[in-house]
């Protein structure tokens, strides 16, 4: 069918139904070189990735909700020396009775992705993350305020 002759794009079709049917790259062995769809993938992750953010005296502490997965699977890096990045992945399970089918299927599959941009006051060299009960608690400590600069007397030398 020619998907033009109805406004459609091609590739827009080709992608939806991938997403429909959950058929991915890893599945098919292609790859679409389109950068818009990684985009798109990880912009749908951060938004079904709920999570609070809470300030305390001595640190920030990002509670993410992550039900399903295995604390090896979820990564939590560091990248522009102020982001942190929270993600995961829950795929579908392989069933090894081959009689086994689905009815319904309505947990969360996918990625989890969540971004923080930290303010300056945080300390990404003091970062903790612990994974309870589907909940990832991340802590940023922040670092201790500067210290007031002391006004400098300069000596006036005779010329």
Known sequence: MDFRSIGLEPSLVEYTLHDLLDITEETTGQTHHAPSRAY?????????????????PNAYVFVVDMPGLKPDQIKVHVEDD???????????????????????MERRLGKYLKKFVLPENADTDKI????Q????TV?????????????????????
């Open 40 to 56: 798109v993938r990880d912009a749908k992750a951060m938004a079904a990735t709920p999570a609070d953010v809470k300030e305390h």
């Open 133 to 136: 009960d589907g909940v990832l």
């Open 82 to 104: 102020n982001v942190v990045v929270v993600s995961g992945e829950r795929r579908r399970e392989k069933e090894r009775d081959q009689g086994i089918k689905y009815i319904r």
């Open 139 to 159: 802590t940023v400590e922040k670092k201790p305020p500067p210290e007031p600069k002391q006004p400098k007397t300069i000596d006036v030398q005779v010329g």
């Open 128 to 131: 903790s993350a612990t994974y």
